[in-house]
């Protein structure tokens, strides 16, 4: 029994780990620097934002 639960315990985090990544996107917005798709996934605001293209950083006020 005990062989039996060792699996359970082991898809248990990928279950947390697949809900950690479906976040909301509220938005996407183009990267000033290369163009690339940037998806908001807060409505808080202003916060920095980090193109996951190119890695350029930048600060959206609204």
Same mark, same amino acid.
């Not at 639960?5 to 996107?25: G, K, T, Y």
């Given at each position: 029994?005990? =062989?039996?639960?060792? /699996?359970?315990?082991?898809?248990?985090?990928?279950?947390?780990?697949?809900?950690?990544?479906?976040?909301?996107?509220?938005?996407?917005?183009?990267? /000033?620097?290369?163009? =690339?798709?940037?998806?908001?996934?807060?409505?808080?605001? /202003?916060?920095?934002?980090?193109?996951?293209?190119? =890695?350029?950083?930048?600060?959206?006020?609204?």
């Amino acid at each position: 029994e005990e =062989g039996e639960a060792e /699996p359970e315990e082991e898809e248990a985090p990928e279950e947390e780990e697949e809900e950690a990544e479906a976040e909301i996107v509220y938005k996407i917005i183009k990267c /000033p620097k290369c163009h =690339g798709p940037v998806p908001i996934t807060t409505l808080e605001r /202003p916060i920095v934002i980090v193109c996951p293209t190119c =890695g350029a950083k930048g600060r959206l006020m609204r």
